[in-house]
């Protein structure tokens, strides 16, 4: 009788053991996946202007002042049927600078403009880059998959690498 005990036992033991590495593997697949949806989604509010300028306002922008949050200046339009503006809002980042110019790209209905061109299509995917090193990190403790985890950090070191160089 008692080898049939172990027996249960070892088969309840091996269930549970499965249950739970099912468990992480859904849990920590799930917060990866929220991680890079959240970076596809705070990238996307910005990329979307720069990536899809086809029938938006296109042109440049001479920073004239700057403030905390945003810088401005006229706008000089370079596409057909963009009007010029005395001025316009860009956000004060780094990467912008009074006495500089800048090809813009305008938010719809707005005097808000965006950075065009590759730098500013890399600095709007800025988000993404730091989604993918957090979800590397979860990926090679929770999913245990080292590959594919060193694939994402890889990714989001060279999104951020290839931001900082060209902006």
């Not at 027996?7 to 033991?13: E, G, K």
């Not at 956000?91 to 707005?110: D, L, N």
């Not at 005097?111 to 299509?121: E, F, K, L, T, W």
């Not at 800025?126 to 999913?143: I, K």
């Amino acid at each position: 009788m008692i080898p049939a005990m172990s027996a249960t036992a070892t088969t309840s033991r091996q269930a549970s053991v499965t249950a739970l590495r099912f468990g992480r593997l859904a849990a920590m697949g799930t917060v990866a996946a929220l991680i890079l949806i959240a970076g596809v989604w705070g990238s996307w509010g910005t990329a979307q202007h720069v990536m899809l300028t086809k029938g938006r306002e296109r042109g440049t922008v001479e920073v004239t002042r700057c403030g905390e949050d945003t810088c401005t200046g006229p706008y000089t339009p370079a596409s057909v049927g963009s009007t010029a503006r005395r001025s316009v809002a860009i956000e004060h980042t780094v990467a912008v600078r009074r006495g500089r110019t800048y090809t813009v790209v305008v938010k719809p209905g707005s005097d808000d403009v965006v950075r065009s061109g590759p730098a500013g299509i890399l600095y709007a995917w800025v988000p993404m880059g730091g989604a993918l090193l957090l979800a590397s990190v979860v990926v090679a403790g929770g999913l245990r998959r080292t590959r594919v985890a060193w694939l994402l950090a890889g990714s989001g070191v060279a999104l951020l690498t290839a931001t900082f160089v060209v902006v």
